[in-house]
């Protein structure tokens, strides 16, 4: 299994400069990541029965979208905009990752939460 990611010199060779102190990050069971921020990103926005998603333009995945105050001006924005339901929009928006309950069973599946809706794009795809 893999213990960590351990940074590399332009040859390819590990980075020691002492015991104490080397280029090794380490995963710390059962901590989860939360950052600061909120990324700005640029997605084909899906909204259909109650269900929100989100294509990433960067990455080309799909992601389940959480219910939040603004995903909820999305779905306004976005009944205005598409006569048809579950067609997508290009969207930027702003929002961090995390680990979400699941629609389907009881497991937790990476979700995108949106923090900040900025506009939709109506006719626009992702550039490639």
Do not use: W
Not at 4 to 33: C, H, M, W, Y
């Amino acid at each position: 299994t893999l213990s960590g990611l351990t940074q590399l010199d332009a040859e390819g060779k590990e980075i020691i400069t002492s015991p104490q102190r080397n280029f090794t990050l380490v995963r710390i069971a059962n901590k989860t990541f939360k950052p600061k921020h909120s990324i700005p990103a640029e997605g084909m926005f899906t909204y259909y029965a109650d269900a929100h998603s989100i294509k990433l333009c960067a990455t080309n995945k799909s992601y389940p979208v959480a219910l939040t105050k603004e995903t909820a001006k999305m779905e306004r924005d976005y009944s205005t905009l598409t006569k048809s339901p579950g067609a997508p929009l290009l969207a930027h928006v702003e929002g961090v990752f995390e680990m979400r309950p699941s629609m389907e069973g009881d497991k937790e599946e990476m979700t995108f939460v949106i923090q900040k809706f900025i506009k939709f794009l109506p006719g626009e795809n992702c550039r490639q």
